[in-house]
């Protein structure tokens, strides 16, 4: 769902990424049978690397996505495997693409990444909200320790 805040053990994010990616030399390779074929393979990938696609449109000259990206994965890391795994996967269906390529890659070197939406009123209320845990926890576990060379307790 777009804007909505994830989760994963030790961070709360919403990082969505518009990424549009072309075939090499701009080929006008995306239609039929191929298409769904890059569709299928896209989302099995993204499903690998817990990314969720949010909308998705294969044009028969390029892929536009709309991506949540978790904040350990780098957008250049997830391309690079999203790029250099389809690649893999199209050629071992689609032999003849190898050929029609050259066997090396089927998308172009570069992609286009934009971030999208900032909404300050939220990250406020996390910062907010993340002091006031801070402060519970820190309340919850604090012990009084004694100090070995003094014999004291700390507070």
């Known amino acids: 769902?777009?804007?909505?805040?994830?989760?994963?053990?030790?961070?709360?994010?919403?990082?969505?990424?518009?990424?549009?990616?072309?075939?090499?030399?701009?080929?006008?390779?995306?239609?039929?049978?191929l298409k769904k074929d890059i569709g299928e393979?896209?989302?099995?990938?993204?499903?690998?690397?817990?990314?969720?696609?949010?909308?998705?449109?294969?044009?028969?000259?390029?892929?536009?996505?709309?991506?949540?990206?978790?904040?350990?994965?780098?957008?250049?890391?997830?391309m690079g495997f999203l790029k250099g795994k389809s690649t893999l996967m199209i050629f071992d269906r689609h032999a003849n693409l190898k050929y029609k390529y050259g066997g090396i890659s089927f998308w172009c070197r570069g992609y286009y990444v934009d971030t999208v939406g900032k909404n300050?009123?939220?990250?406020?209320?996390?910062?907010r909200n993340q002091l006031e845990e801070d402060n519970m926890y820190e309340q919850i576990s604090m012990k009084g320790y004694m100090d070995p060379f003094t014999g004291s307790k700390n507070k």
Not at 1 to 16: D, F, L
Not at 25 to 31: A, L, N, T, V
Not at 42 to 49: F, Q, S, T, V
């Open 1 to 33: 769902m777009k804007n909505e805040v994830r989760h994963t053990a030790h961070s709360t994010y919403r990082c969505e990424y518009h990424i549009v990616f072309a075939p090499k030399y701009r080929r006008k390779e995306i239609y039929g049978q």
């Open 41 to 78: 393979i896209l989302r099995k990938l993204c499903k690998e690397k817990n990314v969720e696609i949010i909308e998705a449109e294969a044009c028969p000259g390029h892929i536009h996505m709309l991506l949540s990206i978790p904040p350990y994965i780098s957008i250049a890391q997830f």
């Open 120 to 127: 300050e009123r939220i990250i406020q209320e996390y910062i």
